[in-house]
């Protein structure tokens, strides 16, 4: 390899669940970085197409355990393994995921959506910590991507943290610090009762959703309470909850009728509005790292994020 391309940083981009549907939004991606002076790998990946998935369960796979290939230092490692877009279909394969080989590379992994279930199934068996964050079609494939979303990525990943301000009042008034985890609701509450959920016991749990109606994220809620993981949380901040609909049945039952009933039966601090979830404007989160809250009542809360 040139010096010159030796010294470029290395984005390799994975597809373990489902297949692009705008080939477009994979050549923007390659571009924005590329632009950037950085070097991409993997966008072959976008091209595999079975029935719903990027490619076979066992080509997937493959793509997943052959990024231990990297530890024998033989080839430069990526700086950045980024998840091109979400779906489904990690979960068909977790349980032959090697990921104890995988962190013997220490590779920096990226991704939301269900690629939640194979960050928390590689922090709950090795210990080491990922990006729940943007994804390659879905944040850096539109013609004009999130300016906020851009700001917050390269704040951690070039400063090495970065602060979230939410300005929406809360009811609560406290600081706590802890390790920080979380994502993708139903992908979460999946994960209990498996290997693949990490035990965190004084954390920061962040959770979002999309499609999914206010009594559907009240039951996985009550699931998680009642599985004993809400209550060993020092807090729990909900993120966007979007794509759903509203029904006449409802009558008046909404998302903040929802979190009003479940703080009424949670010990633990429930906050809202965090920007993250299957939107444009959301912020890079380190799962596995220790971060710091601090609540201001109607003020709103600063949330602080130390990059891996």
Not at 45 to 61: N, S, V
Not at 72 to 92: F, I, T
Not at 94 to 123: K, N, P, W
Request: proline share 5%; glycine share 10%.
């Amino acid at each position: 390899m040139p010096f010159k391309e030796y010294m470029m940083p290395i984005l390799q981009i994975v597809a373990p669940s489902g297949y692009p549907q705008d080939q477009n939004s994979v050549a923007r991606a390659v571009a924005y970085f590329t632009e950037r002076g950085w070097m991409v790998r993997g966008q072959g990946a976008a091209l595999r197409h079975f029935q719903r998935f990027a490619g076979t369960d066992a080509e997937r796979l493959a793509e997943i355990n052959n990024l231990m290939r990297f530890a024998d230092g033989q080839e430069k490692k990526p700086d950045l393994v980024m998840a091109l877009r979400g779906g489904y279909g990690v979960s068909r394969f977790m349980d032959l995921i090697d990921f104890e080989a995988l962190a013997q590379v220490d590779l920096r992994f990226m991704g939301h959506s269900d690629f939640t279930a194979f960050c928390l199934g590689y922090y709950a068996k090795t210990g080491r910590p990922s990006y729940i964050g943007p994804m390659a079609c879905f944040d850096f494939g539109p013609e004009v991507p999130s300016l906020f979303m851009e700001a917050h990525f390269w704040q951690l990943l070039a400063q090495g943290h970065d602060v979230v301000i939410v300005e929406a009042a809360q009811p609560h008034q406290f600081e706590a610090e802890g390790v920080l985890w979380g994502g993708n609701l139903t992908m979460v509450n999946q994960l209990v009762g498996t290997p693949f959920l990490p035990d965190v016991k004084g954390g920061i749990l962040f959770l979002e959703d999309i499609n999914e109606h206010p009594y559907r994220i009240e039951r996985n809620l009550y699931q998680l309470r009642d599985a004993g993981i809400l209550e060993q949380q020092a807090a729990v901040i909900l993120g966007q909850f979007n794509g759903y609909k509203l029904y006449d049945n409802d009558h008046g039952y909404d998302f903040d009728e929802m979190v009003a009933h479940m703080r009424s039966r949670c010990d633990v601090p429930i906050l809202t509005d965090l920007p993250f979830g299957h939107v444009r404007d959301k912020v890079t989160l380190p799962i596995g790292q220790v971060a710091q809250l601090r609540v201001l009542g109607d003020v709103g809360y600063r949330l602080t994020v130390h990059a891996i």
